[in-house]
């Protein structure tokens, strides 16, 4: 390959970040280039960066990309984006001399470089001065390190002599039976040390495990999280947020938010088809042949009109010639009448391993079709009400169980699995009992979540936003970050956003029992909003839900709580474009406190940290709604009506309440906020949202507020609303029936109240 | 008819009794409906048994469970904590509290109800689940406890031991951890991997138990890296050094191994026979590490520098000059490490105060061929240095003699060599060194000051030979160089000869006689000049000769002479307005009035003039009581000096008296204030102001500018 091209294929690589960068002046960077070594894991997606790391760093604005270090690397030259290199465990390698070669140019081109881990644990028999480990001591001498050619096999002389409590013992104290190290010393001037451990007593054996340098950083493998697969435990020794936030200087980055919109934490729904046939079980519907969808309709999505939901049936539930009835097809259209449900697609025939379809050849399913019922050989096959599909029977376990946890690759194979059917033919079947305003515009992944690039690519050439995967807890059984999952993965080029919570199979054992277990839920909820808010609100389940009283219960629980809380009910799809806009906005610095936020797509909130006393400069702001401080941070709300918006911050002295403006701005809205026009005397914006639409609006003095609010349809509403000292302008607008979009104009005068 | 009463009575009866028999009771009805999932009614059935007491498996069981499909896990978790603590022999209502606290998320109370099972039904399930849950947890303390259980009473897996092993150890019961790795060791030699030998082994070194070590060494020593590092503290640790030293010989022996792991050996070995004392052996292991074949230059080097350190630990002086005398010897040494040898050899002999062998050795090494030019000198340096300390002036001359000889002295070194003759007081080397330098050298040229000086001022006929040959030889500006050295030396009739002879050569444009005039003027050999000049101005017709000669006297002091050569170039230019003023000013200061106003009066009229002539021509004038004509000479006097930036006393005295004498009283008496301000102690000009204020009438302030000097 000629140089060009090797350029040019960088470039398609870095995605869209780099597509944006191509244009006008620089942005600042916010890739961070994640090497993983292809040998130990088959996909990105299961690395450490992916599971543990990228979710942090995701926090802080930053985009992740991944390369296989076995590859040839990308030039630095070719990756204008780039903030940073993060290397986990990877560098295990026989050669790393390319390796470090180009980690050099990378850090020569002043990018920063975190390593985590080493260049694997010191062969007990082996020597320590070969050109390999000449090679490596220049390595870390280059990152600000000095080694001391020692592995430390054996830790228990060794103590912890300093640990700084803003980095590390940060979920779980760093003790016990300490891993295995290599001993490198922080170079004077080069960095700071922020665990120091020591053998013996003896300060000349001192060695740093988890480094910030000048360059980057470094963290001694194994000292990074605790991890026990016996009991699931996963927990964080370092700090990541803190860690990654001074490796990779992200202070300049105003952070694109993915949580948050018009300062209220995002809500949004939705529901896996999956048992929508099932007869409930719920008294007095039990033996009545009604159907679980029917109960969820019934109980949860008629009860809770204010809270949108996205509901995808799988095709083949519905489609009489597969497994579906004309009372499936009833109530999906039923459902889908309802205004405040979107719709989505869970597939057609529910694959549980996408990987085996990825090369979709026929022979390979030929020998599950005996597990199948209707298979499309026309065997016969078994005769068994499908429910879940995955459970396996004493019989049923094979290899393939053993491997992937799957009796079957899918729920249903009436036909031979076609990529078209799956996508298309399944979105095409459920539009086809949609009102006619409603079109499929979600596409919810099914089974292992874990779509091949061309089914991805499939549903976006359609349209339509995909979620699904990730699987977030972060509650009493999983008490960590580390099960807090990334915004999405990028797979061959395609991005599939990940739904931002788990859904009650997870919490159900999968549906095996403890049909309660979804009520926790809520702790997620409670432990993703404080102390820091890393996601919004998803309440994601399955239409099995309406089977079991306490599995409805479990539901109902988690939507009263979040109606308890201050959010601003969105369509799932909503969600998938903001997720997806995070990885496109481009932001420049225009001037000192000063930026430009560009391609955000449906992204609408900066957020500022370690901002309590920071303001919006809305006098040299553009296309800037408002602002709203929360838990040190300021998250300011965009108008999506300009493309183009800048932001400029000033300082703030008074941390007790929202800042006095002469310029009208909102704090906090429950809809959706657009369009702003400031007048002399008045300012008017369009809205539109679920549910009552709760907003306070910061004004420029205390007074009467004289608000015109004209409905989508010709008729309005007057309005008065007094304002005292505290200048917050608070009205409610009434629930609409549809959501529509409300305008309304606000005139004040200084008057006396 | 009561018959038939009877038997409606007792129908009823019956039916009464048989109805009350099959009508469910309350706990039947509260199981009817759970099982038929009628959750709220069973719920308040059970509640209300509850209430009435009945806290029977058969209530509490269904009634926990109904609480959970609520949500209501706090109620739940309650009553069946009230049922265990009655029931605490009913292992199905531990199972599922322990369930309960799991699936509501209470993960101490799990570990808690955990650990009550494991102690009332103790098992090797419950007790390894409990021992990852204390990991988990953090409990490292009741991890060991649990495990400890496990490894004593139940069939313990390999990692069991191993898990155990760790955490002893970071707790800092090493003994402990050691015996249950080798308890691991018999018990599963097969899963007892490398990664446990070493373990073992570190922790046996660490407690000293060096047999022990050496036991789980046993094949290991030879593998490299840290095996070999623990053999080898193994061996030395428990003092088996016989067979350390064999393992070592066996080693350097190997010819697979890298010369750094042979370093590393090396170094082991020599610093363990040096803790032992072992002295003899340990020179001997240096010199026959220094004999080995394969040794690279780097690792002789260090052999070498170690070989030197044990001798001189030993005070093996002369074995170590001995040894530093063949390194300086070998052709293959560098000049850098050849000086080092030689360095370290000399301070030794100095040490030794062997001074004769000292010098003998550096004429040895001064006579070789192949010494470097750096480490000639570095070793003629110090052999001076060294000779001169000892007073041993003759040998030090010989020395230099002896490096005059060398072909390859530069110029530099030559001079320096001349110097150092110098400083020895053999001044005929240095003669002839500076000789040869200078023999083609210009007459400016250091080195020619240089023989110059050694020669003196006034040399050798040989030596005004030399400088006259070599003014011979010279042509234009260099010949008058050379001319100035022969007069520097006296030669002047030589010089006055060779210029007489050929001023062309010499560049000199001047007549004959000026070039006479010169010598004589620079050689101060006046009453010669004077002779030559007053014959010279008689002689002369030609205005600028005069000139030429006036100059000449004026700055050798014959104004008589000047005088002459003045009245005669007025003869010849009667306007010349130069010899006007002169002679005009000479008059006056001689005070021949006429003359003087004759001769100014002339200058005057075609040019405006200096201050001085127009101030004593306008005295003149005022003399001749021509006052009115002599004031435009003040005026100018005035002019002339106000155009002046600074004037010194004289002139502002003249100025003073000029502006008086035009009759600008003020500015005048101003001027003199001004004046004897800066100079009250000058009488003269306290005078002169006291007149001008007396002939203006200010008698007062005549008599107290007097008083104020103290003349009164």
Sequence with gaps: MNRRGLLFRWILFFGLAAQASLCCAEPLPRTVLALYDGKSVAEPGLSVVHRLAEMPLNHLGLVVRYHDINEPLPPPQSMPDLRGVLVWDALNMEDPLPFIRWAGEVLDAGKRLIVVGGFGEQDPAGASYSRREEAIRHFWEKLGLRGADEWVPFTYRSKVVFRDPRLVDFEREIDGVLPAYERLTVMEGEGYSCLKIRQGGDPATDADLVVITRKGGWVASGYAYFDNEATDTLQWYLNPFEFFRRTLATDDLPKPDTTTLAGRRIFFSHIDGDGWNNFTEIYPYRNKGVLSAEIVKREIIEAYPDLPVTVAPIAGDLDPAWHGSPKSLQVAREIFSLPQVEAGSHTYSHPYDWRFFANADPDKERPFLKLYAKPWDGSGGRSMFVKTGITAEKDDYNDYYDKTGYVTPRAYAVRPFSLELEIEGAVDFINALLPPEKRVVVYQWSGDTNPFPAAIEATRKLGLYNINGGDTRLDRKYPSYAWVSPLGRWVGGQLQIYASNSNENIYTDQWSEQFFGYRHLIRTLKNTETPIRIKPIGVYYHMYSGEKLASLNAVRANLDYARSQPIIPLATSHYAAIAEGFFSTRIEKEAERKWRIENRGALQTVRFDRSVYSAVDFANSQGVVGQYHYQGSLYVTLDKSVPTAIVALREYADSTSEPSSAIPYLVTSSWQIWGVKRGTDSFSFNTQGFGEGRMVWKVPHAGRYRLRISHEGGEAEYRVVDVDNKKELRFVLPVEGHPRMVQVRIDYRQETV | ?712
């Design chain 2, 1 to 712: 008819m009561r018959s038939a009463h009877a038997i409606v009575v007792l129908v009823v009866v019956l039916g009464l009794v048989g109805g009350y028999l099959v009508y469910p009771r309350p706990p039947e009805l509260a199981l009817m409906h759970y099982k038929n999932q009628q959750y709220t009614a069973a719920r308040a059935e059970y509640e209300n048994l509850l209430a009435k007491g009945d806290v029977s498996a058969n209530v509490v069981l269904p009634l926990s469970d109904l609480y959970l499909i609520y949500g209501e896990m706090g109620k739940a978790v309650e009553l069946m904590e009230g049922f265990v603590e009655k029931n605490p022999d009913n292992l199905e209502a531990r199972l599922r509290l322990s369930k309960y606290y799991q699936q509501t998320q209470r993960p101490h109370d799990y570990l808690g109800s955990l650990e009550k099972r494991a102690e009332a039904q103790p098992s090797e399930e419950a007790l390894r689940h409990l021992s990852q849950l204390y990991n988990a947890e953090g409990r490292y303390r009741q991890q060991i406890e649990v495990l400890k259980r496990i490894v004593e009473d139940y069939e313990a897996k390999p990692s069991d031991y191993l898990d155990l092993a760790y955490l002893l150890a970071a707790e800092g019961e090493m003994v402990e951890a050691a015996d249950i790795l080798r308890r691991m060791a018999r018990k599963y030699p097969t899963a007892f991997g490398p990664r446990a030998r070493e373990f073992l082994v570190s922790l046996f070194l660490d407690l000293g138990q060096y047999e022990d070590a050496l036991t789980y060494l046993q094949g290991y020593g030879e593998r490299g890296g840290r095996w070999t590092a623990y053999y080898e503290q193994a061996l030395a640790g428990a003092g088996r050094y016989a067979e350390l030293f064999a393992f070592w010989d066996r080693q350097l022996a190997r010819s697979d191994l890298s010369s750094e792991r042979k370093r590393e050996i090396s170094y082991r070995y020599e610093e363990t026979l040096r803790k032992l004392g072992r002295e003899e052996k340990r020179l001997a292991f240096l010199r026959q590490q220094l004999q080995r074949s394969d040794l690279d230059d780097q690792l002789r080097r260090e052999f070498g520098e170690r070989y030197e350190v044990a001798l001189r630990d030993n005070h093996r002086w002369q074995t170590l000059l001995s040894y530093l005398r063949d390194q300086i010897e070998r052709p293959e040494l560098t000049p850098e490490e050849r000086e080092a040898f030689t360095y370290r050899y000399e301070s030794l002999l100095r040490k030794e105060n062997r001074k004769e062998e000292l010098f003998a050795f550096w004429r040895q090494q001064l006579a070789r061929s192949d010494l470097g030019k750096k480490e000639r000198k570095g070793i003629v340096y110090r052999y001076e240095a060294e000779l001169e300390k000892a007073g041993r002036k003759k040998e030090l001359l010989a020395l230099l003699r002896q490096r005059l000889r060398d072909p390859g002295l530069n110029e530099k070194e030559k001079r320096e060599l001349a110097y150092r003759a110098l400083e020895l007081g053999d001044k005929l080397v240095a003669e002839r060194i500076f000789m040869n330098l200078a023999a083609n050298e210009s007459a400016q040229s250091p080195d020619v000051s240089q023989l110059l000086y050694i020669w003196g001022p006034r040399p050798e006929p040989f030596g005004v030979q030399w400088v006259e040959e070599r003014a011979r030889q010279a042509k234009g500006k260099e010949r008058l160089a050379w001319l100035e050295r022969l007069l520097d030396i006296g030669a002047t009739e030589q010089v006055l000869k060779m210029g007489q002879q050929d001023l062309v050569a010499l560049g000199y444009s001047g007549e004959p006689v000026e070039f006479q005039m010169d010598i004589l003027q620079r050689e101060e050999d006046y009453p010669r000049l004077r002779l030559i000049l007053t014959r010279a101005i008689e002689e002369s017709q030609d205005a600028a000769q005069l000139r030429r000669y006036i100059r000449r006297a004026d700055q050798v002091g014959f104004t008589d002479l000047a005088l002459v050569a003045s009245r005669r170039l007025l003869e010849i230019d009667p306007d010349d307005p130069d010899m006007l003023r002169r002679l005009g000013l000479l008059a006056y200061q001689e005070e021949r009035w006429d003359d003087a106003y004759e001769l100014l009066g002339r200058y005057l009229k075609h040019s405006e003039g200096d201050y001085e002539a127009n101030f004593f021509y306008a005295e003149l004038l005022t003399r001749k009581q021509k006052t009115l004509l002599a004031i435009p000479y003040y005026r100018r006097v005035v002019q002339i000096l106000e155009r002046e930036p600074k004037l010194d006393m004289r002139k502002a005295v003249v100025r003073a008296q000029s502006l008086y004498r035009v009759g600008e009283h003020d500015r005048a008496l101003l001027a003199f204030r001004e004046l004897l301000g800066a100079h009250p102690e000058n009488r003269e000009l306290r005078a002169d102001f006291a007149t001008v204020l007396l002939e203006i009438g200010e008698i007062d302030q005549a008599g107290e500018v007097l008083a104020a000097g103290g003349a009164i």
